[in-house]
């Protein structure tokens, strides 16, 4: 019964709020990583679209007007990341933030000392364990460039790591996964790009993954959803354990 109560519900939600066909075109449009989806995957991740922006408030702010094609466009890139997984793997949180341009946040902290700083970092965007995802609108538009560089992916992976507590690099791994293998390989991976940088090679990932494990998570997913060879030959054992936590198809030799 519940199931075809939940087959109901989504076929109602699917009529009543579909995506304009010319929204949809212009969301799949100037996007690699969408682009690269088969027909059929395409129209699953527009089912998805539809789910989240009937489930999650968009909330524009400081002046931004956000159009359905912006909407249909965000929409699309955070449901790359669970196209094979499901809505339900965004549980637990309710809105997106949304601002026109890069934002400042300003947060206190208190040193060794007990002396209270006031920290202020430019940022495009960041995800709160127990609340939003707040995004740049510049930085929604600006996926793939530079190659590899997807803020809205980047921020989606924090939150499927925040799914079993902090953003550590740890996600919950599917039944079949190894926790001992996944932690062997992300270790490896992290230590390889370390070597890169102190050679002076150019680095496959952007080196704001050796920030930490959560941020090495995000970034590694990033390049994996918008430039897959290059993270693949980079680290073919990472680009596996990846393609199996999103439960991707492989690429093509």
Not at 45 to 71: C, D, I, N, S, Y
Not at 92 to 102: A, C, F, R
Not at 223 to 246: A, C, G, H, I, S
């Amino acid at each position: 019964m519940l199931n075809l109560l939940s087959r109901w519900r989504e076929r109602r939600i699917l009529e009543r709020y579909p995506i304009a066909e010319v929204d949809w075109r212009r969301a799949m449009a100037n996007s690699g990583c969408l682009q690269r989806l088969s027909a059929s995957e395409q129209a699953r991740l527009r089912v998805l679209a539809t789910f989240l922006l009937h489930e999650k408030a968009l909330e524009p702010v400081q002046g931004l007007t956000l159009t359905a094609a912006m909407a249909a466009k965000l929409a699309a890139l955070v449901c790359l990341p669970v196209l094979n997984l499901g809505m339900r793997w965004y549980r637990g949180w309710h809105s997106i933030v949304i601002y026109p341009d890069l934002f400042v946040p300003q947060r206190d902290f208190v040193d060794g000392a007990g002396v209270v700083h006031r920290r202020h970092s430019v940022l495009e965007g960041e995800a709160w364990q127990r609340g939003p995802v707040i995004l740049s609108w510049v930085g929604i538009a600006a996926n793939g460039s530079p190659p590899g560089h997807n803020v809205v992916l980047h921020e989606m992976a924090h939150k499927l790591d925040m799914l079993n507590g902090e953003a550590n690099g740890f996600p919950p791994l599917h039944g079949r996964m190894s926790r001992r293998v996944w932690s062997h390989t992300f270790q490896t991976a992290y230590r390889a790009l370390e070597q890169r940088l102190r050679a002076g090679s150019s680095p496959p990932l952007d080196p704001y993954a050796l920030e930490n494990p959560g941020e090495f998570f995000a970034v590694a997913s990033e390049v994996f959803f918008e430039t897959p060879r290059v993270l693949r030959d980079f680290d073919p054992d990472l680009y596996k354990q990846l393609t199996l936590f999103y439960k991707q198809q492989p690429l093509a030799d």
